[in-house]
């Protein structure tokens, strides 16, 4: 069954803090490859542990394909000072018509610890609150991962539920904590309504 269709991308990146959201670009791949290096991050997506050159460029062109396809928005998280790419992130909306979307995010191992995630998030999700029909955005994180949890927190995300065994990947299930953010606790400031 086709999906439908995104609504467009972002005429103005999104930005928050010391961050801007970009669209992924092919010089992206030294970022995604710094990524790779956090077992952690291979066992959220599809860039694999070390990647090589040639698997953070298919990496790369998978994201960079994902708002056409209908899956969703991949934004490079970059630092808003250097223009450097920091991280990834992403708005995942195959259940928009249901006005349901989660989220994801990444920061690399050389930029953690700044906040950079937080703002992100907080960029993402007012990027969210931006398309029509979005009223829920979740998060999924392990209850172990603790700087993630308070990255969701600090974002304004509330814990929702704890879910056992849930499907996070291809065959892959873990419990998780599910944390939310609702339109309604979060309307769109002026400068974020353009």
């Known amino acids: 069954m086709a999906r439908p269709a995104l609504p467009p991308w972002p005429a103005i990146p999104p930005q928050h803090g010391a961050v801007l ?8 791949v030294a970022m995604a490859r710094e990524l790779s290096t956090d077992p952690y991050v291979q066992m ?5 542990l070390n990647a090589t050159d040639d698997d953070a460029a298919a990496w790369v062109r998978r994201q960079q394909g994902r708002h056409a396809e209908g899956a969703g928005f991949s934004f ?3 630092d808003v000072a250097s223009r450097a790419p920091v991280g990834h992130c992403g708005l995942w909306l195959r259940e928009l018509p249901r006005g349901h ?3 994801g ?5 050389s930029a953690r610890g700044r906040g950079l995630a937080a703002d ?3 960029a993402l999700t007012a990027f969210g609150w931006s398309l029509p029909g979005l009223a829920r955005v979740a998060l999924y994180i392990e209850p172990w991962n603790v700087a993630s949890l308070r990255t969701a ?3 304004g995300y509330v814990r929702d539920l704890l879910l056992r065994d849930h499907e996070v990947g291809e065959g892959v299930r873990r419990d998780v904590l599910r944390y939310v953010a609702t339109r309604h606790e979060h309307p769109p400031t002026r400068q974020e309504e353009g």
């Open 105 to 109: 995010y990444s920061i690399a191992p």
């Open 76 to 78: 490079t998280i970059t």
């Open 44 to 48: 959220t997506g599809t860039l694999p």
């Open 101 to 103: 979307g989660s989220a």
């Open 153 to 155: 927190e600090r974002a």
């Open 120 to 122: 992100a998030l907080r």
């Open 21 to 28: 959201l970009r669209a992924v670009r092919l010089d992206d």
